[in-house]
């Protein structure tokens, strides 16, 4: 059976590369999502999108929403790479 949220969880794993490569480069995380350079292409999947971006003092959260029939489900990346989904 395939995973619904694949596509969310897809986007979210090409912010987390994204940044992961602009840390390497510049020694801190990007400080928005415009400076990752990611092109809208990118953001959305499907019936997935990026719809949000947070730097913490030591990381980054960053949000995925899934639209569905049943209601919109949402997801969630960090710094290390940890996928969870809550509201």
Known sequence: ESDPTLA???LLME????QKSYREAHNQWAPTLDAL????????????QITGFQTE???FVVTATLRQRDG??????NHL???WEGD
Request: glycine share 10%; proline share 0%.
């Open 72 to 77: 919109d489900r949402v997801l969630y990346t």
């Open 57 to 59: 003092e030591d990381g």
């Open 81 to 83: 790479s940890r996928i």
């Open 15 to 18: 912010v987390y590369h994204a």
């Open 37 to 48: 350079g990611l092109d809208d292409a990118r953001l959305s999947l499907g019936s997935a």
């Open 8 to 10: 969310a969880r897809d």
